[in-house]
């Protein structure tokens, strides 16, 4: 499975540059360009990562887009040991591989490398203005074989973040008369592709707009797939009269703040805390942070970072009272940028098994484990580190927030059990940034024990274990609770 970060993929660029452009499924034809997907797939246990949950089976769509490929949501194919696809409802189960999945976009391309699969499909034009009706057509293929369509209606556009992460992209949200909405299904209107379904809350549905699909789409085509770029800083509105005068703005000037650079990101590098933000390409942005866009109307700016997928993006900004116009490199979070990184899937979760203490880095796959609504539900001092903190600032080091997801009950641990989620800070007097670190601590007690700080306000505020005792509840908690070693795989992830 190729990953989204900076991953060459010649194999798609030559799949897809192919010279005679394909004809396209029309109005009425819609399932001659939509497919069905069946995933087998097995999660990791967010608590004991060494575990794997139960084999499920989901079925979902793909949409046609033509030599020998298929694109579909991200969140599919997630975790999956298995993915076939069929065409017209009919047996026979054809193998597909993952070609390119980009979770931050929640979207990926799969590969059907048997020719006969393709006979009788026709790809799905993708359309450029995928809110010029208002209304459009659902298709789906149901797991009986039948082809089902449906109505919907658009609600409205918004800027808003990905499920999977911190990028910004433009969702679009919609209502329907159609039940029992699964995964994947495809919006159309007059035949053409007008966005692809992400989620859905009953009648309420949320999908990825065409035109970043048909970005997708020709970002794969590269060499090198570099993956959409998240916005290198946070910013503050000036949509209040005094606020603008301190900052030397007159009342009809664009411009937001920026608060706080990262270190990484588009603008890392280059603008400044303090600098006002007046321009992004070719939209000047209001003081609640508004562009007026020619497809979508009035979204939030953090869009206009990816209507390109050119190397810079052009801006102007306010500095000290000039007027500046820069070049911004648009880049993508490194994983060196997190201090929460945002999703696990298809890879192996790190762990440390310390005297019961199941030690992790957190990520925001972990806190989504507590369901939909995990910004309710996942504990309370870990959900404030990731709105607060998930994203490193610029200058500072890698870090990563080491915690105690569990504990396995031991003597070796009596009255530690109720620890649960709790942040850890140091080890045997080092301030840790990441589980390596923490790694690297206990071979290093200070003297006859080893001292596990924990962050204040978590109930207690250190934890004790015997130095001589401590190798052989290791080795009982092991056997015990079968307990693997951890992946040595797995990269450093800061120190």
């Known amino acids: ?35 069905s997907l069946q995933v087998a797939h097995q999660p990791h246990d967010a608590v004991l990562p060494w575990n794997r949950g139960a084999e499920e089976t989901l079925r979902g769509n793909a949409i046609v887009v033509g030599n020998g490929l298929l694109l579909t949501t991200a969140d599919l194919i997630k975790d999956a040991t298995l993915i076939e696809v069929r065409k017209l409802g009919r047996y026979p189960n054809y193998q597909a591989e993952t070609i390119l999945v980009d979770y931050e976009l929640d979207l990926a391309m799969l590969r059907v ?14 359309s450029t203005d995928p809110v010029e009706q208002n ?139 303090g600098d006002i933000l007046m321009q992004l390409g070719e939209h000047l942005i209001d003081p609640e942070g508004i562009i007026a866009h020619a497809i979508y109307g009035p979204m939030l700016f953090a869009l206009a970072i990816n209507e390109t997928l050119g190397p810079t993006l052009p801006a102007v900004i306010l500095r000290d009272g000039e007027i500046m116009q820069l070049e911004l490199r648009r880049r993508r979070f490194t994983p060196e940028d997190y201090r929460i990184p945002s999703y696990t899937s298809d890879d192996p979760v790190d762990y440390e098994v310390f005297g019961g203490l199941v030690i992790q880095e957190l990520t925001l796959s972990y806190l989504q484990a507590w369901g939909s609504n995990w910004q309710e539900r996942a504990p309370r001092r870990l959900l404030i580190e990731y709105a607060m903190h998930s994203v490193r600032e610029a200058d500072k080091p890698p870090e990563r927030i080491v915690f105690v997801s569990t504990v396995l009950p031991d003597q070796s641990n009596l009255g530690y059990q109720n620890l649960d989620n709790a942040i850890v800070t140091h080890a045997n007097g080092r301030a840790l940034t990441s589980l390596a670190g923490f790694r690297e601590a206990i071979e290093h007690p200070a003297d006859a024990f080893h001292v596990i700080e924990l962050l204040p306000g978590q109930g207690r505020r250190k934890m004790i274990f015997d130095v001589a005792e401590i190798d052989e509840a290791n080795r009982r908690i092991a056997q015990r609770y079968g307990v693997p070693d951890p992946p040595a795989s797995r990269p450093v992830s800061a120190r």
């Open 1 to 35: 499975m190729r990953h989204a970060v900076g991953i060459g993929i010649g194999a798609i660029a030559a799949l897809l540059l192919v010279a005679v452009p394909p004809t396209h499924a029309q109005q009425g034809s819609e399932h001659l360009g939509v497919v």
């Open 113 to 126: 490398t048997d020719d006969g699969f393709w006979s009788g499909l026709m790809p799905m034009r993708l």
């Open 135 to 273: 209304r459009f057509i659902i298709s789906r293929w149901r797991s009986n074989g039948r082809f089902e369509q449906g109505s919907g209606e658009v609600v409205d556009l918004r800027t808003t973040r990905s499920r999977f992460g911190t990028m910004e992209m433009p969702v679009m949200r919609a209502t329907t008369n159609m039940a029992g909405l699964g995964w994947s299904e495809v919006m159309t209107d007059r035949g053409a592709v007008v966005g692809l379904i992400t989620s859905h809350n009953n009648q309420e549905i949320q999908s990825t707009a065409s035109p970043l699909l048909a970005l997708f789409v020709e970002a794969a085509q590269r060499q090198t797939y570099e993956g959409f770029t998240h916005r290198g800083f946070s910013w503050q509105r000036l949509n209040q009269a005094a606020l603008r005068r301190y900052h030397g703005l007159q009342e009809e000037s664009p411009g937001v703040l920026v608060r706080q650079v990262f270190s990484g990101g588009t603008g890392s590098g280059l603008l400044r805390k």
